[in-house]
């Protein structure tokens, strides 16, 4: 049902780039690449989306393959605050839920 | 920053008893929903709503479930008749458009616990 594919955890140190991959190999040509992460006992929190481009905001970078068939999330400095579960989800046009897999728990370590 | 607020933040009940989880969604969405975490799992769609009426529900929301907008502000998820399995974190979710550029602000949560 998620249509994408991602790692159960991985770790991290402090101040550490870190890079969370994702698997979308069926995505269609009109599907958003979207991430959102959830915190320890908070409500899922959007951290960025993008379509071919790379992206970049406040909170991390996207980096999506040429033939969009996977995507990188980069957070260019972990924080522990950064500890989080971390989900790749694609959107289409019209109704719109959010379809969570299991994601990537980033462990991040002082 | 404009924030979606859940109340209550706890709510124990019987099994069997009603019960209603409130939003507030920030104030210029127009497009809501309902997601449901079950301790240890996946965050799960529940509802959502646009304009007075359901969008789309999954085959969680049977009809023991109900959304309401009942004023300008609040949004709500009410349990008719609660089940054990019911017990889960209850998040609210609001966004200002939809598209595949959405982007959906959610609440704390409400953690609800069915004895």
């Known amino acids: 049902d998620a249509k994408t594919t991602q790692p159960n955890s991985m770790e991290s140190n402090e101040e550490e780039p870190v890079h969370l991959p994702c698997n979308h190999s069926?995505?269609?040509?009109?599907?958003?690449i979207h991430w959102y992460r959830q915190l320890p006992s908070q409500g899922p929190e959007y951290v960025i989306h993008?379509?071919?481009s790379n992206v970049n905001n406040r909170m991390a970078s996207l980096a999506i393959a040429e033939d969009r068939k996977s995507s990188t999330l980069i957070l260019h400095r972990a924080t522990l605050r950064d500890a989080a579960v971390y989900y790749c989800?694609?959107?289409?046009?019209?109704?719109?839920?959010?379809?969570f897999g299991a994601g990537t728990r980033l462990a991040v370590h002082p | 920053e404009p924030e979606v607020t859940q109340t209550p933040s706890h709510q124990v009940t019987q099994m069997g008893q009603e019960v209603i989880l409130r939003c507030v969604p920030i104030?210029?969405?127009?497009?809501f929903y309902w997601y449901r975490q079950i301790l240890g799992q996946k965050v799960e769609f529940l509802v959502s709503f646009y304009n007075n009426e359901i969008s789309e529900k999954s085959e969680i929301f049977d009809d023991q479930f109900s959304v309401e907008r009942p004023d300008g502000s609040n949004f709500t998820l009410k349990i008719r008749s609660t089940k054990l399995e019911d017990s889960a974190m209850y998040f609210c979710?609001?966004?200002?458009?939809?598209?595949?550029?959405?982007?959906?602000?959610f609440g704390p949560g409400t953690r609800l616990l069915v004895l």
């Open positions: 069926t995505i269609s040509g009109t599907d958003y």
């Open positions: 993008g379509l071919t």
């Open positions: 979710a609001s966004s200002d458009w939809q598209g595949a550029r959405e982007t959906q602000y």
């Open positions: 104030s210029n969405h127009l497009y």
């Open positions: 989800i694609l959107l289409t046009g019209g109704y719109n839920k959010l379809i």
